[in-house]
C-alpha cells in the first residue's frame, strides 16, 4: 500500500510539473503536439542544420512534434500548411497522425518491405538531415538499457550512413548512463565532427542529450 501512495504522489509531482511546465504551455498555444518540437528548434539554431529545399528524415517521429517543427522551417512563410520548400520523411514503428507535407511510413527500416517504401519516398535522392528521437522502452536494469539505447544510436548512424548526402548531419538523442562513452566514440568514428548539446528544453532531471554528428567520415577510409 505503501508504494501505491508513493507512485500516486510521484504522478502528481509529475503531473504538476507537466501542467505547470513553460514549454507544455508554449507547444499547446503553438500548435506542437509535444514540448520536444523545442529541443529539435534550439538545436537548429544553435547549428543552423535546417535549409531550404533540403530533404529531412525524422526517424521515431511519432507523435510528430519534430517532424512538425521542420515543416513550419520549410515553409517559405513559417507556416504549418501551405506551401513546403523541401521534403520531410517520417519513420515510426508506431502510428502517427498525418501532418500536411509529411510522408509517413510506419514499420521497422531493417525490414525489406518498409526500406523499399522509403527508397520510393527518397525518389533517388539522400537525405541532408536525418533526426532520430528514436528511445527504448527502458526497463530499469541498467546494463539492459545501455546496450539498447546503443543499439537505436547504431542503427540511426547506419541509416545515415546509407542514406545521407556525406555533407550532411545526424541529430541523435542519447543519455548519460553506462553507454555515454560507446555512443559518442561511434559518433566519432562516423562524423567529422561532433557536438554535444542538451536544450533548454530538456528537463533538468532527465539523462537525456543529443549529440549532433557533422559530415560523414569515408567508410572503411
Avoid at 166 to 175: C, I, R, S, T
Wanted: hydrophobic share 40%.
Amino acid at each position: 500500500m505503501k508504494t501505491k501512495a508513493g507512485n500516486k504522489k510521484v504522478n502528481k509531482a509529475w503531473l504538476h510539473d507537466h501542467i505547470n511546465d513553460p514549454y507544455v504551455k508554449l507547444a499547446t498555444r503553438e500548435g506542437y503536439r509535444a514540448r520536444a518540437a523545442y529541443k529539435l528548434k534550439e538545436i537548429d539554431e544553435t547549428l543552423g542544420l535546417i535549409k531550404p529545399g533540403y530533404l529531412v528524415v525524422d526517424l521515431g517521429c511519432t507523435p510528430g512534434a519534430w517532424s512538425q517543427y521542420v515543416r513550419r522551417r520549410l515553409s517559405p512563410t513559417g507556416a504549418a500548411v501551405g506551401a513546403l520548400n523541401g521534403t520531410i520523411i517520417g519513420l515510426d514503428l508506431l502510428p502517427m497522425e498525418p501532418i500536411e507535407g509529411v510522408t509517413f511510413i510506419q514499420g521497422d527500416f531493417r525490414e525489406a518491405d518498409v526500406l523499399a517504401k522509403l527508397e520510393q519516398a527518397l525518389q533517388g535522392r539522400q537525405a541532408d538531415l536525418v533526426v532520430s528521437d528514436m528511445a527504448p522502452n527502458l526497463s530499469g536494469i541498467s546494463s539492459a538499457d545501455a546496450a539498447r539505447i546503443e543499439h537505436l544510436v547504431e542503427l540511426a548512424i547506419e541509416f545515415a550512413q546509407n542514406h545521407m548526402k556525406p555533407q550532411g548531419a545526424l541529430v541523435a538523442k542519447v543519455f548519460h548512463g553506462g553507454s555515454y562513452n560507446d555512443v559518442v566514440q561511434h559518433f566519432k568514428a562516423a562524423f567529422d565532427v561532433v557536438k554535444p548539446l542538451k536544450p533548454k528544453a530538456s528537463r533538468d532531471r532527465s539523462s537525456e542529450t543529443f549529440l549532433v554528428g557533422l559530415g560523414l567520415k569515408r567508410q572503411g577510409g
